[in-house]
């Protein structure tokens, strides 16, 4: 079968979502069409389309004439995604059977080794993968399709508040590793109630302030 080739529009896509996930567009940067199109190597066009796309994502509002000012999450949609993780996170757990969770506790003690050393080589990048499919691992165990199609719906929003908490995450690393062991510990003990606390503190230390709001950048906007 041979490989597609993504479209002019698709790799822009792709480029210029990566690159506010991980922080390189930072909330509040006002991105131009054609600084985006000479980067790219394409025309304005497929950056056009793209831009169209991701601000029908939320990640963008396109300004005409002026550029795409890439938004942040608002303080209500951290919360919310925090409490939805926790739904999920919980709900799989607690109707996983003990052989797969004590399976999965194993695989888990493999990431979080990964995860100290990605610390140590302060691979920022890498640890945030680890810890999404770390987390990820955790509605995987349930078993449920549909439980684990949600979740994933979530994985871009975690991922940009995770960067977005960057020096935090340095500041916590000790105890990001230790929350993490303790998760697992519980796990493999099918001890879901403590699983749910550990969780429920761990989640919600994920700092908002960290984060460039909606509302803070909607009004950067409107003073340039």
Not at 13 to 27: C, F, N, Q, S, V
Not at 44 to 72: H, S
Request: hydrophobic fraction near 45%.
């Amino acid at each position: 079968m041979p490989k597609v080739i993504p479209s002019a529009s698709e790799r822009a896509y792709e480029k210029i979502r990566r690159e506010i996930l991980d922080g390189t567009h930072a909330p509040g940067t006002m991105l131009g069409e054609a600084a985006l199109a000479s980067s790219l190597g394409v025309s304005r066009t497929p950056v056009r389309v793209a831009l169209a796309r991701l601000q029908d994502e939320g990640w963008i509002t396109v300004y005409p004439k002026r550029g795409a000012l890439v938004m942040g999450l608002s303080d209500a949609a951290v919360a919310d995604l925090a409490d939805a993780r926790y739904v999920l996170e919980t709900t799989a757990v607690d109707r996983a059977p003990d052989a797969l969770r004590r399976e999965l506790a194993d695989s888990l003690d493999a990431s979080i080794a990964e995860q100290r050393d990605a610390f140590r080589d302060d691979d920022l990048p890498r640890f945030v993968e680890l810890t999404l499919q770390f987390h990820r691992g955790f509605v995987q165990s349930g078993g449920n399709s549909v439980l684990l199609e949600l979740y994933d719906r979530l994985s871009d929003r975690h991922r940009f508040m995770l960067f977005a908490s960057s020096d935090r995450l340095r500041e916590r690393r000790s105890e990001i590793i230790d929350e993490h062991c303790q998760l697992a510990e519980h796990l493999r003990a099918g001890n879901v109630a403590a699983f749910a606390a550990v969780l429920r503190g761990h989640i919600a230390e994920v700092p908002a302030e960290r984060t460039v709001t909606l509302s803070a950048v909607a009004a950067t906007a409107s003073v340039e």
